[in-house]
């Protein structure tokens, strides 16, 4: 729930909020081993969540972000949830949920070098492979990342990312990165004859509301969100930059 308000931008500071995230500091425990909510768990996709809602509404989170930098993997420097069972290879879908967390720390408190270091190498981690590609063979690493999904909850997708890297750029100032542009145009082109962007599925689990009307209906909130990506691409030039 706090992912859902978060992203549709709800007041942090309200009276109603904060009273909502010190309940939540005081009472709930993570499953794993009954850890404080706010100091995260073992799974940096989670922590990276967890960051995000911390940052975006007002708490510390320089411990959990502390961690995320040294649990970066050498393949450039993604994260997996898997890497406790041994695992040295990134994960699209924790990878994005990590940076998602670093940039909304990096918004909430100018960041560290080395969190803004860990970003960088996570965004590199993307972009080898266009956002969607095996860098082994370039095949697509699963044909689910080419859908349009919400809410995302842990899973990718390239809108997600796409939004990613819209916001890294209000944020830091950086120009589009020419390797976006393949999935630039595989959203452009999901477009429906009467202009919106239909939602393909929606992950399991628990909805408190619905802001969609189910899967294969254009969907107001995808739209939003495809609307704004290609606004920000296309008024940059077309994707004219060359990296970071």
Not at 112 to 126: F, H, N, P, Q
Not at 206 to 225: C, H
Request: glycine fraction near 10%; charge should be negative.
């Amino acid at each position: 729930m706090l992912s859902l308000l978060r992203e549709l931008g709800i007041e942090p500071t309200s009276p109603r909020m904060r009273w909502t995230v010190e309940a939540i500091g005081s009472n709930c425990r993570w499953e794993h081993d009954g850890q404080p909510y706010w100091e995260g768990e073992v799974e940096p996709c989670i922590n990276g969540v967890t960051v995000a809602n911390g940052a975006y509404f007002g708490v510390d989170m320089a411990p959990v972000v502390e961690r995320l930098v040294t649990e970066r993997l050498e393949d450039p420097g993604g994260w997996n949830c898997e890497a406790e069972f041994g695992s040295v290879r990134s994960s699209f879908d924790t990878t994005i949920n990590v940076l998602e967390g670093l940039l909304e720390f990096e918004r909430a408190t100018g960041g560290t070098a080395e969190s803004k270091d860990a970003r960088r190498s996570g965004e590199e981690y993307l972009l080898r492979r266009h956002l969607f590609r095996r860098l082994s063979t370039g095949e697509p690493a699963d044909d689910k990342y080419l859908t349009l999904l919400h809410p995302n909850r842990w899973h990718y997708d390239v809108l997600r990312v796409l939004d990613y890297f819209g916001a890294a750029s209000a944020l830091t100032g950086a120009p589009p990165d020419a390797r976006l542009e393949e999935a630039i145009e595989h959203v452009r082109r999901r477009r429906s004859a009467d202009g919106t962007w239909p939602l393909d599925h929606s992950p399991a689990g628990r909805v408190w509301f619905d802001v969609d009307g189910g899967p294969e209906q254009p969907s107001r909130w995808l739209t939003l969100r495809v609307l704004r990506v290609l606004r920000w691409w296309d008024e940059a030039g077309a994707g004219a930059g060359t990296g970071h």
